[in-house]
């Protein structure tokens, strides 16, 4: 619980834009995953960087957790005040400080979102490529280390980042990087930060880079014969250097998912969804190529096409695959999965997966990011029903050890938060203690985000290897 | 000065590869820039991790300083012994230890030259496309965070590496990432490993990232009336798409040193060298829009090859600009500069340091990684001459500050060492204290590269703010 009295002089920075209300708490502790409820004991609804810093500097001085919030929408658990404290909403924190055409960038605040960020660009000609599915909001984005299905072609938000200001847990304020492309000028604390949830401090501003919007867009889907064709043909695309913009991979539960609620007619069968950026000429190129091999791994049905609405109805499709998979069980709802593997060993990894889940009692469909490595299955599983939130944890599990031994990472993208934390140690060996140090360096009290990522230090009561995974 | 005893026990580790010979101390007490010279007392040829690790908890427990040696090829006194100590000279651990085609990877020492790692692969159809000029080694790069003339597609070295392993200041032996394409587990320990300068623990192992040879390559050079006019030239080619896999300037005294020293007959005029990679179709496609943007700008003389002796001749030209523009001045050393801006204020970067020059009575030929708003300059000085090289100073010190104003940084690819030290607070403000509480976390008896990038520490005697910049 924060104290009276210091709830009083976080007024005095915020006046009514800190809250205690109930709504305001519960909405706070939610997560969109199937993680318990946590809510903070206050909301900050802080509208600069200065306002930022004197909450933190509050927080600090009194042993106070400090909680990061963008949208909600990540799926480890990164933003559940499972220690209470203060969270702080970037909502107002949300504008657009600069769009830059010449160096391609644009300075943004945390709270902007994903789509809001799309729309202030359209007309500049220019596009912010990560796209991680949800409406997510850019600071979030950062700190999660988001990617999604551009980043075959584009990169990780990490590579799409040139500086950030950060404010750090005693309250100072300090800028990491520049608006120059590169530097060799020291540590790359922009990276640090990047990934690092919250737990180092809190982004208050962004500088990202910027790509030119492609002169011609073509999509297609195709589909194979089995999991490990879709892969091999897509480990010779990426070799081949295709540049692919987009290439996902649904298996056929998740196909069946897209035919009974997305309203598809797909042949069930494991299915690539890719897409091709450049000039007219070179996507027609990069499209020829792609089909020559998907003939040659016997896929079918494979016909590109350069048309927005055909476009837009099969990544509609793609991002709405969490719904239709949902949409499977009626009720039910899902245990996300994110592993990540050398995409020599992707086949491999999916069909044991596969295997694993037709041996349980669960449905799960199967997506990834496949030129990346990346997939996910949705476990689904009926609300309260520990049994089956048991099973779909081992399942979970078993991946997480699948992906360690065909060394990989047990989250591609979703980060660590609470549900992965319990796989640190297995992952990175003494690596997770560098990642204690540095954080017991720059956050001796341990208040920012505890119970995340990082083993628990002296600041903050815990288990010191974190919860169980899963 | 090591004491005795402590010279018997690391040679219990290494037995006669220890040294403490004359030429071995003057060797790794020499850099190839204009720095004092400052040898090590002790130079290690370690052959294993392992031994890594036993030097470094033998230097650890005794608080001798230990400084990487891989080449000898960095520019801004890396690895000068300025507080004495050991040198680990990486020269024996410099195997491939695994090429991955189908992830398109490969597992390496610290001590592999780039020019060794590129004929290994050859045979694969894979490359490294990481070229910063010199043969450096791979750890060296690494630790530099050294970038080049492909940069610009392919980006720096911290883009092409996907693991390490570190031996850190206390000897612990860690792995950062996997071979996976991406991770959100934690933070980027491997970002920070690269360009600490070895003043967080020493690189052991890479995992590097691959990419294609391409199956087309074509090259070509142009002239433009004025630097700005080859600015803005790259700056609508950067800004149309085009995938340049190099563009670099070479102003006109540049040129001049071309066709006195090179062989070269190019008009005395700004140029751009370019190369495209692709497939024969996608080369053309790229070339003929670039050479539409050359000529809307005034360019001339460009003309296109895919022959590889015209893209060797090319090159080869631009690797050897420093002996070139060396030769302008018989006798002559330079000090060698290295800023980068955003590429919106890259001519006015470029012409106020050409007309600075101009009006000191120094010669100094500009060339520049333009895509990336990087550029050098190669201020030519007597051997010796003091007077000279204070002027060379304050050349660089105000380049330094016009790459701050214009929101860039001092450092693009040559990194601090001993040389951009003084700019670092200036640069980063606070986010250098940071940088300092990271080292202490990581190194708090002050060990590992002392005197280099990090302000001092208690551990280690100094200047609290770093030496005077130049």
Redesign the interface.
Known sequence: MIPTAALDTLRSVLGDRLSVSKPDLEQHGQSESHYAPAPPDAVAFPETTAEVSALVRICAARRIPVIGWGTGTSLEGHSLAVHGGLCVDFGRMNKVLAI??????AVVQPGLTREELDAELRASGLFFPVDPGANASLGGMAS????GTT?VRY??V??NIRALEVV?PDG?????G????????????T??F???EGT?GLITELTLRL??R??SIAAAACAFGSVGAAVDAT?ET????I?MARIELADAVTVRSFNAHAGADMAEKPHLMVEFH??D??VR?DAE?FGAIVADHGGSGFEWSARPEDRARLWRMRHNAYYAALALRKGATALTTDI?????RLAEAIEETRRDIDASPLVGPIVGHVG???FHTLLLVEPGNECEMRIAGELSARMAER?LRL??????????GIG?RG??RA??????D??G??K???DPAGIMNPGK??PDGPGVAGDAEGGAGG
């Open positions: 830059n055409a010449g160096d391609m960038d999660t280390r988001a990617s980043t990169g990780t990490r590579d750090l100072r304020i300090v800028r990491t520049s608006r120059a492309r590169k530097t060799s000028a020291g540590y790359d604390l990276g640090l990047v990934g690092a180092l790509h030119g492609p002169e480990i990426i070799q081949s250097g540049p450049g000039s000429q070179s190129e190529r990540c593997v050398p995409i020599s990346d490595g990346n992906a060394g990989g990472t047990v989250s591609g993208e979703h980060g660590v992965k796989y640190m992952e990175h060996g003494g690596g997770w560098v990642m140090e540095i017991r360096a720059l990522l990082v």
